[in-house]
T-cell receptor
Framework: DAKTTQPNSMESNEEEPVHLPCNHS???????IHWYRQLPSQGPEYVIH???SNVNNRMASLAIAEDRKSSTLILHRATLRDAAVYYC??????????????FGKGTHLIIQP | EAGVAQSPRYKIIEKRQSVAFWCNPI?????LYWYQQILGQGPKLLIQ????????DSQLPKDRFSAERLKGVDSTLKIQPAKLEDSAVYLC???????????????FGSGTQLSVL
């Protein structure tokens, strides 16, 4: 499976935008880019996913580089409740077989009041 | 809508004892996953069910771990006998996917925190 690389931790201030980077230089043409986050003492929760085009939803935006070798999760206005570990995951659903997500260590996002 | 339910929330056992975890997925979700999360690491997939059939159990330590989903709904994960290194959070997740490979998002429960002394 193609791997992703994320910073171990990032810090931001409340009510400011946050840009969380993810590198995936060996991504294949059928890999979807998924983001999940895990709040303290909870299971991971889905944030957003995309294939080639930028995506927006009520939680965040996903900006995908033209060559798809990197992507950025954007939280437009961070709140203290956004403090969590954010996981960038590649998922090749067209390969067939098992499709469970493979998690790395993620980025620990710290929000300062 | 009710989420993925897991019990117990916490469990403390001594090494060599056995333990079982229970998961009730979201109603109508055909696919169910069990993950193990050791402190400081991301979750690791142990087993994936599609209805009551196993799709992937390549990372399940089958000498001590077993899982079943007899009627395609609830699932149990058992460890027998437990080792110190089994101390972790055990997460259950489910998705709508009725066919493997449809890119449905996963919904996770809050997990069971296991401490093996």
């Amino acid at each position: 499976d193609a791997k992703t690389t994320q910073p171990n931790s990032m810090e931001s201030n409340e009510e400011e935008p946050v840009h969380l980077p993810c590198n995936h230089s060996t991504i294949s043409g059928t890999d979807y880019i998924h983001w999940y986050r895990q709040l303290p003492s909870q299971g991971p929760e889905y944030v957003i996913h995309g294939l080639t085009s930028n995506v927006n939803n009520r939680m965040a935006s996903l900006a995908i580089a033209e060559d798809r070798k990197s992507s950025t999760l954007i939280l437009h206005r961070a709140t203290l409740r956004d403090a969590a570990v954010y996981y960038c995951i590649l998922r090749d659903v067209l390969r067939g077989g098992a499709d469970g997500l493979t998690f790395g260590k993620g980025t620990h996002l710290i929000i300062q009041p | 809508e009710a989420g993925v339910a897991q019990s117990p929330r916490y469990k403390i056992i001594e090494k060599r004892q056995s333990v079982a975890f229970w998961c009730n997925p979201i109603s109508g979700h055909a696919t169910l996953y069990w993950y193990q999360q050791i402190l400081g690491q991301g979750p690791k997939l142990l087993i994936q069910f599609q209805n009551n059939g196993v799709v992937d159990d390549s990372q399940l330590p089958k000498d001590r771990f077993s899982a079943e989903r007899l009627k395609g709904v609830d699932s149990t994960l058992k460890i027998q006998p437990a080792k110190l290194e089994d101390s972790a959070v055990y997460l259950c997740a489910s998705s709508l996917a009725r066919v493997v490979g449809t890119n449905e998002k996963l919904f996770f429960g809050s997990g069971t925190q296991l401490s093996v002394l």
